[in-house]
T-cell receptor, first 113, second 111 residues
């Protein structure tokens, strides 16, 4: 029953530190996504990967990098964390295609001080 | 570009009241439309979806109809419960499969 699993669930970073959020899905989905959720802003797409071997920028990619390591895993890296990156991050996956449901992980709460 | 607009919140209702949450979209082509729900401290879950015009999605007493003529996908429930208190997001996907969200609306249902 795993679905989409992301780690860590909580993290506090100092400004300038780097970290990687890990995400894995066990549904054999082609597409994977990283979103951030901020109060009053809804969810905004950071990066997505339509299929293994491809990645594309979303709405707010600055300050982030991603790696689609294989079909299962899609990681998000903050090279030099900034307080503006304090947010809740959600990984998601879908089979791909317009009508397919996108499934979300439980979220990672990141605070940059 | 693609966008989703939801009514401003928050919304507070008494138990058993009727709920409508408005959602309109702007898209090229024919998107698929979704409502996601987020309970406190949790991730997002799909509530319902519709993939073509005039389709009605329904789940847990909630309904929404894909109206191409008004580019809308309003969420309705005839009688809300305290357990429906959550944040509701309208969303759409276009041909590139990217999910575009509205800003979300917080619903609080009081006993």
């Amino acid at each position: 029953n795993a679905g989409v699993t992301q780690t860590p669930k909580f993290q506090v970073l100092k400004t300038g530190q780097s970290m990687t959020l890990q995400c894995a899905q066990d549904m054999n989905h082609n597409s994977m996504y990283w979103y951030r959720q901020d109060p009053g802003m809804g969810l905004r797409l950071i990066y997505y990967s339509a299929s293994e071997g491809t990645t594309d920028k979303g709405e707010v990619p600055n300050g982030y990098n991603v790696s689609r390591l294989n079909k299962r895993e899609f990681s998000l890296r903050l090279e030099s964390a900034a307080p503006s990156q304090t947010s809740v991050y959600f990984c998601a996956s879908s089979p791909g295609g317009s009508g397919n449901t996108i499934y979300f992980g439980e979220g990672s709460w990141l605070t940059v001080v | 570009g693609d966008s989703v607009t939801q009514m401003e919140g928050p919304v507070t209702l008494s138990e058993e009241a009727f709920l409508t949450i408005n959602c309109t979209y702007t898209a090229t082509g024919y998107p698929s439309l979704f409502w996601y729900v987020q309970y406190p401290g949790e991730g997002l879950q799909l509530l319902l979806k519709a993939t073509k015009a005039d389709d009605k999605g329904s789940n847990k007493g909630f309904e929404a109809t894909y109206r191409k003529e008004t580019t809308s996908f309003h969420l309705e429930k005839g009688s809300v419960q305290v357990s429906d208190s959550a944040v509701y997001f309208c969303a759409m996907t276009g041909a590139n499969s990217k999910l575009t969200f509205g800003k979300g609306i917080t619903l609080s249902v009081r006993p």
